[in-house]
């Protein structure tokens, strides 16, 4: 089974991320960048299948120069090559992320796309979802188990209000949810490995995508703050407070 | 975006309240670029409920009742989706921001050929130059977003808007007859429900969660007397999730559900950016946490530093008493 799956970077999931006074972006000094966890656990899922059957995984990152670092990551985690799109996030909505991917798609011809539900940045979980619909394949979004028995892939996805269990066939795309599986921590024998697996470098140019934009983010701000409350030393205080004062109970 | 389709949900047979919220949205955005709307519903055997969403201004309320329409599936009900909305007219289509429509509507966006803007929380501007708010980076960011395409999708966040009014006139009743057209490449193999007495944690008016710090299913369980006094409904944190105390749908959050009651309690819980993302928006926010420097004080209006253990049994006999129960 050939597996496409992707690494993309984001900034430090539990970095408190402050916007720049003119509100074009974010204050990027000092941020670490990890990558996505979601991705993480589509890569862990993605080297699990070829290790029980075997195949190719080819990891891929859309991102200015220093994504090949978390690139790097998914190969020593596992991946065996990786193919680099080279585009600044800034230029990048969730649509163009999918075209592109859809170009890696049609060139690569995979069984199985694995990608995240959500990049914790952006926050849009779109990407997947419009990837299928462009290649007019079967989706399987927020997994959280995944099972193939021959050319089908069986899938329990986590909704709002109870857990579902759809069949699909492949080729399919499948966007992983955090409780699919624990992603593996690459040890420094694998790290080192990584470093000599084969990265493609490639331009959106070279790959023939439009670069447009369907929805540009044009300003950034801090949300409103809430108001900072009190603490009260004792539960008749509290009651009192969220009877009298706040007329909450 | 002139004509806007809301897309309602329903769940186990019924109109689900808490994707409503996105008829407001719609009312709200046809009013400020000088448009209408209209209201969708999906499904098998729902023709009965279309009753329910008459009365909110939408020009016309579309059933589209056929028998392939009683599991949800990506592929076939996207296409159903723009069929319709090409039937209708409809430049936009809006739905509230769940995970029937984040698995949805990205693909209807993607067959429209229009741009989509996820977890809308506001609308800004109007006319032509209308842009749209949402968050990102787990809510400590507020991006503002322009759509460049002539047609637009929208997730709405749920919580950003309210319930919609009743206008008084009805709007008419349309069957769409739009075939359900089985592609064979996925098929529906089963649900299981939650299984609750409570309140919906989108719909409760209060709500309760708890942390890591209840340890486990017996600490949790302390949780119970109190949400039953309350009629709360009970949330999680993803370590209490990950560790298999409560169903994956308990999870408030960045990446679960996000929530805006009257009354939030935080309890053993340390409140990451990832969780506070899915709850800040509550109006009364209580935290008891034994840490006094645990994040979550700094966004509770009420800090009650403690141990959980001994202080949920003293809250829930004052609550009793003060109910007179
Ligand atoms: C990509 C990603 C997405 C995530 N999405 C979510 C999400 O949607 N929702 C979510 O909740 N988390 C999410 N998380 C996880 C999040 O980062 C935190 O790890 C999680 O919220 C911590 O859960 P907790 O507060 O229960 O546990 P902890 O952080 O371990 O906090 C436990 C707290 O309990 C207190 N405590 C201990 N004993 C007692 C006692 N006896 N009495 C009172 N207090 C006590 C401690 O002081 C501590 O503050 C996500 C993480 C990632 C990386
Ligand atoms: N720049 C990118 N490079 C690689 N994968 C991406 C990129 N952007 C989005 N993705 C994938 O698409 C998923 C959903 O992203 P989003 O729709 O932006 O929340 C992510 O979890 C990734 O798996």
Redesign the pocket.
């Known amino acids: 089974m050939k597996i496409l ?5 984001v900034t430090d999931p539990d970095a408190k991320i402050r916007v720049k006074a003119d509100g074009t972006g974010i204050e990027t000094a000092g941020l670490e960048y990890k990558l ?1 966890p ?2 993480e656990n ?1 890569i862990e899922a993605a080297v699990q299948l070829q290790e029980k059957q075997g195949g190719e995984v080819v990891a ?4 200015d120069d220093d ?1 090949v670092q978390n690139l790097r990551t998914a190969l020593a985690m596992g991946a065996d090559r990786g193919i680099h ?1 080279k ?1 600044p ?1 800034a230029q ?3 649509d163009l ?2 075209r ?2 859809v170009k890696l798609f049609e060139q690569e011809k995979p069984d199985l796309f ?18 299928a619909e462009y290649l007019d394949l079967p989706q399987a979004c927020f997994a959280s188990k995944l099972e193939v028995a021959g050319d089908k892939l069986t899938v329990d996805r986590e909704l709002d209000g109870g857990m579902e269990t759809i069949q699909v066939g492949l080729p399919a795309v499948v ?2 949810d955090l409780r699919l599986n624990t992603p593996r921590l690459p040890t420094l024998p694998n790290v080192l490995k990584a470093k000599r697996k084969p990265v493609q470098e490639l331009t959106i140019d070279a790959l023939g995508v439009d670069p447009a934009l369907t929805v540009a983010t044009i300003a950034y701000e801090a949300p409103p703050a809430r108001k900072g409350g009190i603490k009260v030393k004792t539960v008749e205080e509290l009651m009192d407070k969220l009877v009298n004062e706040a007329k909450a109970l | 975006m002139k004509n806007i389709l809301v897309i309602a949900e329903t769940f186990q047979g019924k109109i689900r309240k808490t994707s409503l919220p996105a008829v407001t949205f719609a009312a709200e955005l046809a009013g400020k670029v000088g448009g209408e709307f209209s209201i969708a519903l999906f499904g098998s055997g729902v023709a009965g409920l279309a009753g329910e969403l008459t009365g909110f201004g939408a020009k016309n309320v579309y059933v589209v009742d056929a028998p392939g329409f009683a599991n949800y599936l990506g592929g076939p009900w996207a296409k159903a989706v723009v069929a319709l909305a090409q039937q209708a007219g409809a430049t936009a289509v809006a739905a509230v921001s769940d995970t029937f429509s984040r698995d949805l509507l ?1 693909r209807v966006a993607a067959r429209m050929g229009a741009g989509m803007v ?1 977890e809308t929380t506001a609308i800004v501007g109007d006319g032509a130059g209308v842009k749209f708010q949402r968050p990102m980076w787990a809510g400590n960011v507020l991006g503002t977003v322009e759509v460049r395409t002539p047609t637009a999708v929208f997730g709405v966040r749920g919580t950003d808007f309210d319930p919609p009014k009743a206008t008084g006139g009805a709007s008419a009743v349309q069957n769409a007859s739009i075939a359900f057209a089985d592609d064979g490449k996925a098929t529906y193999v089963k649900f299981e429900p939650t299984v609750s007495a409570r309140p919906d944690l989108a719909e409760a008016a209060v709500v309760i969660s708890g942390g890591r710090g209840l340890k486990d299913a017996a600490g949790f369980a302390l949780l119970n007397p109190l949400a039953d006094m309350l009629k709360a409904a009970i949330g999680a944190t993803r370590a209490v999730v990950d560790a298999g105390i409560c169903p994956n749908d308990l999870q408030v959050g960045q990446t679960g559900r996000v929530v805006a009651p009257q009354l939030y309690f935080a309890v053993g819980l340390s409140g990451a950016i990832q969780h506070v993302a899915g709850m800040k928006n509550s109006k009364v926010i209580v935290a008891i946490n034994k840490d006094e420097e645990a994040p979550i004080f700094s966004v509770a209006d009420y800090g009650l530093v403690g141990d959980a253990f001994k202080i949920l049994p003293e809250l829930t006999d004052a609550i009793r008493k003060h109910k007179g129960l």
């Open positions: 799956v992707t690494a993309k970077r996505n979601f991705c589509a891929v990152t859309i991102g994504a799109v585009l996030d990048m909505d969730s992320a999918a592109i991917l694995l990608l995240g539900k959500q990049a914790v940045d952006g926050d849009s979980n779109q990407v997947g979802q419009l990837v966007t992983a | 990205p996820s």
